[in-house]
């Protein structure tokens, strides 16, 4: 007992360590003498429009409003499209609230939710993982910030839903940064599990990097294992097979996800945006147009992503899933609203182009 209750004020006091320096990184990174926390970019911290560009600029005012018409009556999307269309695009609470002047609200850690038939979320209300598990053992999607929340959080919340941490074959990272692939050395070492991540990114974890700070400088570095090198690629394991499209922006190689889940016995498909809606330039909003685009051809009724409350409630909506397991599942939207979603979450990162390039003029 003794020994559980000095793990887990362990577990706490790096908890709110890293949330700590999250934000503070954030903030260190993302000033970009605007005063502002935004999310980090590849074309570094000015890579986001001013208030006033935003504002100003009719060509990203048009797409926001045409965004704004998709969204027409339909109250899921309107709430979608006010997470989604505004100058930063959908960011952490933690950076918004900062940005608000507001306290950060502390971290605190989530109860393994079963949020599909073979999906399971476990975490922070501010950073989180997935397990799948498929016939040939279990896939999670990020691993948490660390090797100690790998034990003392992902494997007991694996244990407390029946599966084994030891069945644990694959992790699939979405990007290189310390608080996505923190725990995957754990796995590796103990199980043998294989880490996945795009080939750019494992390129830059492992480039010495004088800029990083704290736990991301300092983080032991899963081994280079799967490289996820063409967009497209597939990843299956038994029966599940999850498709990954590299859209840079936020890292250079942020995977975006579509993974086939259950939702009450019914087979849909998901998305998981590991760089968000971070698209600094042309480059990276064609990637993420183009993931976006096979989204909508794979029929895609909801999207994830390893910050709750990016894109809504998240952890709300967990907690829904939690108390109602058998209610219709409020991360899951009809086909035409998720294509229409899809429509917003393009014009309105190409709406923050658009304000980019806004000088006065246009
Ligand atoms: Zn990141």
């Not at 922006?249 to 009450?264: E, M, N, R």
């Amino acid at each position: 007992m003794l020994k559980k209750m000095a793990v887990g004020a362990a577990v706490a006091a790096l908890a709110a360590l890293a949330l700590q320096v999250q934000v503070s990184a954030q903030q260190a990174q993302g000033q970009g003498g605007r005063g502002r926390a935004v999310g980090a970019t590849t074309a570094g911290n000015d890579a986001y429009p001013t208030d006033d560009q935003w504002k100003n600029s009719k060509a990203a005012q048009a797409l926001v409003a045409k965004a704004k018409s998709a969204a027409g009556s339909d109250a899921v999307l309107q709430a979608r499209f006010d997470k989604t269309c505004t100058v930063l695009g959908p960011q952490r609470p933690a950076v918004l609230r900062q940005n608000a002047g507001q306290p950060a609200e502390p971290q605190r850690q989530v109860d393994v939710v079963k949020l599909f038939d073979n999906l399971y979320f476990f975490g922070y209300n501010t950073v989180g993982a997935w397990a799948i598990p498929t016939s040939q053992g279990i896939i999670l999607i990020d691993s948490l910030n660390n090797v100690d929340e790998a034990e003392h959080i992902i494997e007991p919340a694996l244990v407390k839903v029946g599966l084994k941490p030891a069945d644990v074959k694959m992790i699939i990272v979405g990007h290189g940064h310390f608080d996505h692939f923190g725990g995957a050395p754990y796995f590796q070492q103990k199980y043998g599990s294989h880490v996945a991540m795009s080939k750019v990114d494992w390129d830059m974890i492992e480039r010495p990097n004088p800029n990083a700070r704290g736990p991301q400088a300092n983080r032991p570095l899963p081994k280079r294992d799967v490289e996820v090198a063409a967009d497209g690629q597939k990843i299956t394991l038994g029966d599940e097979t999850i498709t990954l499209h590299i859209t840079p922006g936020h890292t250079p190689g942020s995977l975006a996800y579509i993974i086939p889940v259950k939702d009450h016995g019914k087979a849909i498909n998901i998305l998981m945006l590991s760089g968000a809606n971070i698209t600094p330039d042309r480059t990276s909003l064609a990637a993420f147009d183009k993931a976006l685009d096979a989204a909508k051809s794979a029929k895609v009724q909801a999207l994830i992503n390893g910050h709750p409350g990016l894109f809504g409630d998240e952890i709300g909506w967990m907690e829904q899933v939690r108390a109602n397991p058998s209610a219709a599942n409020p991360f899951v939207l009809t086909q035409p609203e998720f294509s229409k979603f899809i429509d917003i979450m393009k014009d309105c990162a190409e709406a923050r182009l658009v304000a980019l390039d806004f000088k006065g003029t246009n």
